[in-house]
Structure formats: C-alpha cells, structure tokens
C-alpha cells in the first residue's frame, strides 16, 4: 500500500485536472477528494486513516504495435507487443496476449511461487502481437493454474483452433493442448458480462476482421481498451477509406459517435494512436489511429486520461515523445479537463476506489 502522505512530499507532482496527480517514477496515482481528506485530517490530528478498499491496479506490460522492437531506439517506451495487467478486487485480468505477457507470467510467479492463480484473458483479437506472449507466459506451465481465456471468433475456425495453431509443431515444440494449466478458451456471445466485482464491456473496433475493445467498470472506476482502432478523417469518408478486409469489420461500419459512448466519461483511454497526421495519410484502411482523431475522440466522449498505445514499430523514442507533445498541445488548446501520456512498459496507474 502506498504511503498517500510521502507521495504528495515527492518532488514531482503537478496540478492537473483541478486534480494533484502525484508521479513517483512509474506510478501514476489519481488521489480523490476523499483520500485528499483523509490525507489533511491525519496530517493535522497525527491519526492514522480508516483502511480503504485496494486501489485498481492498471500496469502496463506491451505497448507496441505489429511486431515486438527491441533495442536500444526503444527502451523509454519499450518494445514488447499489447498486454495491460489489471487488478481489481479480487480480479486479475489481462488484456491481450501480446510478447508483455511473457514479462506478467515472470512477476505472477515471483508473486504467487507454489500458489494457484485464478487469471482471466481478454483478447481483442487474434493478430500476432496480441498473442504471440501466450506460449512463453509460464503460469500455463504449472498445473495448479486456471486460465479463462475470452475473445470473440474472428477466423471461422474458432479460437481455440486459433490459440493452438501458432503452437503446433513445426512452430512451437509444446502444444497448448499439453500444457499443465487448466485452460479454457471461451467464445463470447454477449457484449457485457461480468468478471467477479467487474463490469466487462466490449464493442466492435475498426480494425481488420474481428477485432473489440473492451471496457472495464469496478468500484466506479473505469478503463477502456482500443489497443487497434482506426478513427476516420473527416477529410477522408468511410468509402475511401475502408479497403476489401476493412469492409467486413463491423466496427468501422458502427461509427465513431457509438464508440465514443461506449468509452463515455471513462478514467483511463487507452487507444491506438500509431500514426501522426501525415503518416496516417499513407496509412488509410490499415485498421489503426492517427494520434489528432484519437485525442479528439477522448475529447468528444470525456475521457479523463488518455494514454497513446499500439506504437509503431518504426518509432523510436524520440518519435513517441514528440507525438506526445503534439497530442498533450492538441488537448490543451481543445479542453481543459484530458491529460494525455504515452503507455511504456512498466508504467502502472493506481485508481483508489
Ligand atoms: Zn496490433
Ligand atoms: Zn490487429
């Protein structure tokens, strides 16, 4: 548990948001009104708080797009494929599979040794740097797990073949139908379910074939999930810009405005912003973001934090940070309540509840 009274001695924190966002490395913490009066009361009277109830955890374990960059270009946002940890409750679920879950699998087995762990898996969608993480995540190599994987079919053949295909040999010498844990795969039907104490919603992404973005409600706070979403220039209308694949893609024929409430109001945006203005020109109907729509977006629907996510593989660091800059002017001169940052690896956002 964070020590809430060291935080706000820290040297780095600002004012945002008519919020104090405090950022200790790579923490960022949203303290609300009733921690801050906690806070006042034990720093006056020398009394120790009530306990609260455990923060959502939200950590990020891939931020890039495509295929996973190592290297020394890379290293402040990191270079391994889609994958976000989320804790609530008594929940841990993941989002997506890409190679950042072969990080989270190393750290559940530091945390958890000999203990089982009860992990729930929601994909997007089944491109390879959404799933390429899960034959190397070794709590599947430990009999005493439970894995529920969910996605929608999005190939015909069904997910499971899906899953087990990028593991059959000659690709991978272990079959997923042969590791230990007790995996179940699951396709979804419905649109809303429930995954213990949280609210799981998904909706239709523009993207290439099947592809959703999911939202997650706990304890009143919230995090979407668009990590391949393509938002359309109003320069540009949906005929021009949906290629033969991009045709089939239910979300882009579903439009902005049903995304924007789907993800209305949300604490914590993370979407795909891949592309700045003039590289999504030579990009249209590629079923990804450029960062100027994506930050209007958050905009339009109220997102409170947007953070720029699925980073191209051909942008350095320096390139990521200048997007950044772009995208935190953008929302500056358009609004005075998003704060925008960039995923990188490692970064972790604690939401009290
Ligand atoms: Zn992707
Ligand atoms: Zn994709």
């Known amino acids: 548990m964070l020590n809430a009274r060291k935080l706000f001695k820290t040297p780095r924190h600002w004012t945002c948001c008519n919020e104090l966002i405090a950022n200790r490395g790579n923490i960022h913490i949203w303290p609300d009104r009733r921690i801050r009066l906690v806070m006042s009361s034990s720093q006056t009277s020398g009394v120790s708080s009530a306990p609260r109830a455990t923060p959502v955890r939200i950590k990020f374990w891939g931020v890039r797009g495509s295929i996973p960059t190592p290297g020394p270009t890379t290293l402040e946002y990191g270079g ?10 008594d929940q841990i679920v993941i989002l997506d599979a890409g190679t950042g879950l072969r990080l989270l699998g190393r750290e559940l087995l530091a945390e958890f040794g000999e203990r089982p762990m009860n992990l729930t898996l929601l994909l997007t969608h089944t491109h390879w740097d959404h799933i390429q993480g899960l034959p190397f995540f070794l709590p599947v190599y430990q009999p005493n797990n439970q894995l529920r994987i969910l996605g929608y079919e999005g190939a015909r053949s069904g997910l499971q073949s899906v899953l087990s295909s990028q593991m059959e040999s000659p690709f991978f010498p272990i079959g997923l139908n042969e590791v230990p844990a007790n995996i179940k795969i699951e396709e979804l039907k419905e649109w809303e379910f429930e995954l213990g104490s949280v609210r799981a919603r998904a909706c239709y992404a523009c993207h290439p074939g099947v592809c959703v973005g999911y939202r997650l409600d706990v304890a009143g706070r919230s995090i979407a999930f668009f990590p391949d979403n393509e938002l359309q220039h109003d320069s540009h209308p949906p005929s021009e810009l949906i290629t033969k694949r991009m045709r089939r893609s239910a979300g882009c ?36 973001g450029c960062v100027d729509k994506v930050v209007a977006l958050a905009i339009e629907a109220g997102a409170r934090h947007l953070y720029l996510f699925h980073h191209d593989p051909n942008h350095d660091d320096a390139k990521i940070t200048e997007m950044l800059t772009h995208a935190r002017k953008l929302a500056a001169t358009k609004s005075n309540t998003l704060r925008v940052d960039a995923a990188r690896e490692g970064l972790t956002l604690e939401l009290p509840v």
Request: charged letters at 25%; a negative charge; proline letters at 0%.
């Open 80 to 89: 391994n494929t889609s994958c976000i940890e989320v804790r609530a409750g």
């Open 253 to 288: 024929q579903n439009g902005e405005q049903k995304l924007a409430e789907f993800v209305r109001g949300v604490d914590v945006l993370v979407m795909d912003s891949q592309y700045d203005a003039e590289e999504y020109e030579q990009h249209i109907g590629w079923g990804h």
